[in-house]
């Protein structure tokens, strides 16, 4: 079956430095995949969108890379900030009319 | 003005009783979906309906019944609850059943005692 993992420790950093993400998956080809930030008691909020074909998205200061043969995804932000605490979530389409799957997202603390 | 509200945000009932949640988008979107975020904080799809159509039915169990009356509403009624039904549940929409960023709600947390 299709397995997607997260880093599941939260991942502690200090404001002004890059912080990484990782996404791995197995046991499938995705079209493409995206990311999402959820805060505490909130849906998530879509981020970016990178589809098979592509190897890097940009938005400001969040940076996507999408490996197929690696099958991984790192998600990258830049002069990060204390309001980017939050969870990350990564989702994977499955086989079209956008069916997602999610891991269960990284925590990132981003401390003054 | 909220672009996909659901109600009630929280919700605290008796097993063996029988509860709606109601969503509502005002994007215009012609998909919704609803998904369901457990205590391990996966997020797992359970449906999703474009223009009032159901396209998605995943492995849910049939006290599970989504209805669209519309394709701006997505309701999902469950009957006899159970503990194991206690999660947060979203409902999202996105423009169309292809590739899409997904627009969620801020979900409805149930509570089953």
Known sequence: SQKIEQNSEALNIQEGKTATLTCNYTNYSPAYLQWYRQDPGRGPVFLLLIRENEKEKRKERLKVTFDTTLKQSLFHITASQPADSATYLCALDIGGYNKLIFGAGTRLAVHP | ?113
Request: glycine share 8%; aromatic share 10%; net charge neutral.
């Open chain 2, 1 to 113: 003005d909220t672009a996909v509200s659901q109600t009630p945000k929280y919700l605290v009932t008796q097993m063996g009783n029988d509860k709606s949640i109601k969503c509502e988008q005002n994007l215009g979107h012609d998909t919704m979906y609803w998904y369901k975020q457990d205590s391990k904080k996966f997020l797992k799809i359970m449906f999703s309906y474009n223009n009032k159509e159901l396209i998605i039915n995943e492995t849910v169990p049939n006290r599970f019944s989504p209805k669209s009356p519309d394709k701006a509403h997505l309701n999902l009624h469950i009957n006899s609850l159970e503990l194991g039904d206690s999660a947060v549940y979203f409902c999202a929409s996105s423009p169309g059943e292809g590739a899409g960023e997904l627009f969620f709600g801020e979900g409805s947390r149930l509570t089953v005692l």
